[in-house]
């Protein structure tokens, strides 16, 4: 199934993100938490790619495969472009392909310091465009509510999506926030743009001091008064921090989902725990 075709039916899209394990653990080692995860029934699951190079694909190849046959969820590849030439490209959609992947989320990826980036893909765009070329994939994009950390100002940025979506992204997922302004703001911008494919607000429940910590240094998130006050109140106390992060990513979608945003893409940590009571807390409002 192409993901566009689930947007548009009267109720907003629930779907989630995992990724694979580590290298030096078995990719086995996952799939105990990937089908409680997927009994929860999101609309798709969307599987995170490395570093990139070559094999990088392998591993998300294989999860998204196995969600897909054998947990039967609809699910989507992440494929990034930087460390990849147009031939290691091709050899990886082919391999999608040939496991029955039909989605997937083209993006650049970030550089990695110490390896000089290939010079066949400088955009995402570019690789949607390829991507289309390729095959019969449906392709989405990502996009950033606080504005991608490369971009000169939100206006270049957006126009920049733009871009990303002519090329044949018919869907975005957005870089998690925890403010949702942001997120309204971005979507004026978008429409202002003429962007009008649907796209998805990222969130991710805050469980534990350390994700936190990394996710802001990775991806420059604000962290608004209210949830900072929270992570200091319950830094020691990991129970009470899991709960007031679950919480405080509920309140965040129902607010969403009252000013009839197009979907929630809720970044699961690969934890069953926490997506199940963010599931059950918000099913009946989708
Ligand atoms: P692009 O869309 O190419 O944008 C990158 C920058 O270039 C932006 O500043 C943009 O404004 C600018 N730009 C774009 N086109 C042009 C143009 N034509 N001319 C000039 N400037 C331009 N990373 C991983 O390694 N693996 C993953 O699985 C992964 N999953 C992700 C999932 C989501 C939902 C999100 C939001 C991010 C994910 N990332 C992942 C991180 C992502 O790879 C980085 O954020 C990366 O820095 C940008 O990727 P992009 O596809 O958004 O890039």
Known sequence: ????????????????????????????????????????????????????GSGAHSR??????????????????????????????GETLDDFKAHGIENILALRGDYVEGVEPQKDFRYASELCAYIRAHGDFDVSGACYPEVHVDAKNEVEDVLNLKK???????????????????FYRF???????????????????????????????????????????MMQKYENKPEALRDAGIAYAVEQIVDLLANGVDGIHLYTMNNPTVAEKITRAVETLL
């Not at 090329?167 to 925890?178: C, D, E, K, W």
């Not at 608004?224 to 006050?229: S, Y």
């Open 1 to 52: 199934m192409k993901i566009h075709s689930l947007f548009g039916k009267g109720k907003a899209v629930f779907s989630f993100e995992v990724f694979p394990p580590k290298k030096d653990s078995p990719i086995e080692s996952v799939y105990g938490k990937l089908e409680e995860i997927c009994a929860l029934k999101p609309d798709f699951i969307s599987v995170t790619y490395g570093a990139g």
């Open 60 to 89: 998300t190849c294989e999860i998204a495969s196995k969600i897909k046959h054998d947990f039967h969820v609809e699910s989507v590849a992440h494929l990034t472009c930087v460390n990849s030439t147009r031939e290691m490209i």
């Open 164 to 182: 990303k979506v002519d090329a044949g992204a018919t869907h975005l997922i957005s870089q998690l926030f925890f403010d949702n302004a942001f």
């Open 187 to 229: 979507l004026e911008r978008t429409k202002i743009a003429g962007i009008n494919v649907p796209i998805e607000a990222g969130i991710m429940p805050v469980t534990n001091k350390k994700q936190i910590e990394r996710m802001v240094s990775l991806c420059g998130a604000s962290l608004p008064p209210k949830f900072a006050k």
